[in-house]
């Protein structure tokens, strides 16, 4: 008679096996890592503060980007802030170069209202250059028309032309066939009312969009100079530009990346009539939600 003996090396392994399944479980259910902490936002900080909020200032490189097309500089030359906290814009020439100034907000916004209070003269400026103030979102151009609204300034090419203040609501121009010009609006001023200190506004709603214009540095100020409304009864219109084209746009609602702009900038990319260099003043920026 035989006598079978178990294979005990054969059960050992499978109780160390059992352990070490054992001992994993535990490890992964008790003694799992903790998730990390949610990152902590970075704020983005500009090459620029003014009126309490960076700004980023635009440079082309070493090539011409719009509006224009110019070349713009991000040298102190053509932006820097003063020491009364006072925004200076300049377009300048660098040999052969003529060279022109923008600043973008880093925050975005959204309703509510825009204010820019300016120190300079802007109804003598050079014919070939444009002093601009507005919204945009580049990535709402099919469906906002890029939420452009502006307050410029600019004779646009006329020496003789008086009306140098001008509203819109995009889209105005661009390759469209013709303007739509319900859109923008030249009020009839006295120029001296831009000869000195002057504070433009505009108040955006999904209704109603609404400008106004004072003397001196207050807003709202107490002498207003000129006002104009567009509201949500004008025809929808379609942005066309560089062979694309928007949505049709009454009154553009803003993107999700809506941000402030100040630039000035050269007609065409022409050089001033003048061939002198040509300075902004910005006073202050404020934005007002509604």
């Not at 620029?48 to 991000?74: A, H, T």
């Not at 052969?96 to 003269?121: D, H, K, L, R």
């Not at 009306?163 to 009839?188: D, G, H, K």
Request: charged content about 15%.
């Amino acid at each position: 008679m035989k006598i079978k003996f178990l294979d005990l090396s054969f059960i050992a392994h499978r109780a160390a096996s059992l352990v070490l399944i054992l001992l994993l479980v535990f490890i992964f259910q008790f003694c799992k890592q903790s998730d990390p902490p949610p990152a902590t936002p970075v704020t983005p900080v500009g090459n620029l503060q003014f009126s309490g909020i960076s700004w980023r200032v635009k440079s082309s490189g070493v090539g011409k980007m719009g509006p224009g097309p110019n070349y713009f500089s991000d040298s102190t030359k053509n932006v820097y802030v003063d020491n009364q906290g006072y925004l200076h814009l300049k377009i300048t020439k660098e040999g052969n170069t003529w060279q022109c100034a923008e600043v973008i907000s880093i925050p975005s916004f959204g309703y509510g209202t825009y204010v820019f209070s300016i120190e300079s003269n802007v109804a003598d400026l050079d014919k070939n250059v444009v002093a601009g103030f507005f919204t945009w979102d580049s990535a709402a151009f099919y469906t906002q028309a890029n939420s452009e609204l502006d307050v410029e300034f600019s004779k646009w090419g006329a020496s003789n032309d008086s009306l140098t203040l001008t509203y819109s609501v995009q889209p105005v121009w661009f390759s469209n066939p013709i303007p739509y010009y319900e859109r923008s609006q030249r009020p009839v001023i006295p120029m001296s009312k831009l000869k000195n200190p002057s504070v433009h506004a505009f108040k955006w709603t999904d209704s109603l969009i609404n400008w106004n214009s004072y003397e001196g540095s207050s807003y709202p100020g107490s002498n207003l100079i000129s006002s104009w409304y567009f509201d949500d009864t004008n025809l929808p219109r379609v942005k066309i530009e560089g062979g694309n084209q928007s949505l049709p746009v009454v009154i553009p609602a803003p993107g999700g990346d809506v941000h402030a702009r100040i630039n000035l900038w050269l007609l065409n990319g022409l050089a001033p009539s003048n061939n002198n260099n040509v300075e902004l003043i910005v006073k202050e920026f404020k934005f007002i939600p509604n």
